[in-house]
């Protein structure tokens, strides 16, 4: 089966305010320690992964920001891998990249070494949003950003955006979609803010410094985002996902699929063989099981068969297309209308699930709650 790798750059040139992802700040003698150990790893388990997996359909490079790696460093990191996977003809490789720590030149280096998709973090368009989020660019850094990407020769441009925001308006957030339509994009993620405990923006909530945006103004958002991408012949794929046709993401695709993929780098999990490992989160401790001849795996999980349906149920109705039946019933030996009859008939009366013997969906008024709907299948 082929496999996506993921591979986790953890630096960044600062912390942005809502961040809870692993990831340090930028500093060369860290970065270079982190390269060899992550072309160890690389080599580590291209050697001991079955040939079964060895062939790869989507390498995805994301942080962090892998982008303030050097041009020849994450290039160098591509070369290992495509030396100890059989990367598949037409297969993707991602980066995630954020404005200000891409140019022409770089972006036309990375295109050569095989970068064929390019995601790139805008989060707003407003200034005082940028900087309430703690983010280091402007707007008009990510327009410069995305022009490099095409006269560098990049096709397939994906940009990030982020709606419920304190103090975020209707009219900002639908500004922001529009001035990024303008730029052209083949794919755009437009996801709810999502604060864990601790993080800046989250405290200063707490304190009462900020208010948090009303749920019902984030619901509006979020209903507006599908109607004006929509408009702008964009395909609604997943919860907050929008592609031009052919364009989706296929590495994130495999996640939503619940099908195998390897991650690579501290703090990165796995999925192989019905088992979910993590590697070590911090990054000292992560060179130091690398350097020291071990797996940098920290925590590992056997999925029984029950856990595994629950979570193909909640990633496949991420997917607007939501899950064929007959495949889960290939892939698990049993249908899932017999798994979950309660669940289904309870959410298909709320009109919150679609089912029709062929597949199931959430509905568009289900998938604005779909957290709701997906904690009764675990
Ligand atoms: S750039 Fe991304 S990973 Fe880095 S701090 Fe900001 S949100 Fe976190």
């Known amino acids: 089966m082929a496999l996506g ?8 040139l600062g912390k942005c305010s809502y961040c809870d992802f692993v990831s340090y700040l930028w500093e060369p003698d860290k970065v270079r320690a982190y390269l060899e150990a992550i072309i160890k790893e690389v080599k580590m388990r291209g ?51 954020n404005p200000g720590t891409i140019g022409r030149q770089k972006l036309e280096f990375l295109n050569r070494a095989g970068v064929n998709r390019l995601s790139i973090g805008a989060q707003a368009c ?25 006269q560098a020769g990049f096709k397939n441009i994906s940009i990030d955006l982020i709606f419920g925001i304190p103090g975020q308006t209707l009219g900002e957030w639908i500004e922001s979609l529009q001035r990024v339509i303008e730029l ?4 755009i993620s437009a996801y709810g803010l999502h604060l864990s405990e601790g993080v800046p923006l989250d405290e200063r909530i707490k304190n009462g410094e900020l208010d948090a945006l009303e749920e019902e103004t984030g619901l509006k958002m979020y ?20 592609a031009l046709p052919g364009r989706q993401c296929r590495h994130n695709l495999l996640y939503w699929r619940n099908l195998p993929y390897l991650g690579l780098g501290p703090a990165a999990y796995s999925y192989l063989n019905n088992r979910r490992f993590g590697n070590e989160k911090s990054l000292e401790k992560y060179i130091q099981r690398i350097n020291g001849g071990k797996s940098a795996e920290a925590e590992s999980e056997t999925l029984s068969q029950r856990i595994r349906m629950a979570e193909t149920v909640i ?6 297309k ?16 017999e798994v979950y009859p309660r669940q289904i008939e309870k959410f298909a009366k709320l009109k919150l699930l679609e089912y029709n013997g062929e597949i199931i969906r959430l509905t568009r008024k289900g998938l604005s709650v779909s957290n709701q709907v997906f904690v009764e299948f675990v």
Do not use: M, W
């Open 5 to 12: 790798i993921y591979i986790h750059v953890p630096f960044c």
């Open 47 to 97: 050697k001991k992964i079955p040939g079964s997996y060895k062939q790869v359909e989507s390498l995805y490079i994301g942080g962090g920001t892998p982008t303030c790696l050097k041009k020849e460093e994450i290039s160098f990191v591509i070369k290992k891998c495509l030396f100890y996977f059989d990367l598949l003809p037409g297969a993707e490789i991602s980066l995630e990249a």
């Open 126 to 150: 407003q200034g005082r949003l940028l900087k309430l989020l703690g983010r280091k660019h402007s707007f008009s850094d990510v327009q410069d950003a995305v022009r490099s990407a095409r």
């Open 184 to 187: 052209l994009p083949e794919h």
């Open 223 to 242: 209903e507006k985002t599908i109607d004006v991408l929509a408009a702008a012949g964009f395909e609604h794929y997943e919860i907050s996902n929008f």
């Open 315 to 320: 990633l496949g109705l991420r997917l607007i």
């Open 322 to 337: 939501g899950i064929n039946l007959n495949e889960f019933a290939l892939r698990f030996g049993k249908r899932l209308e």
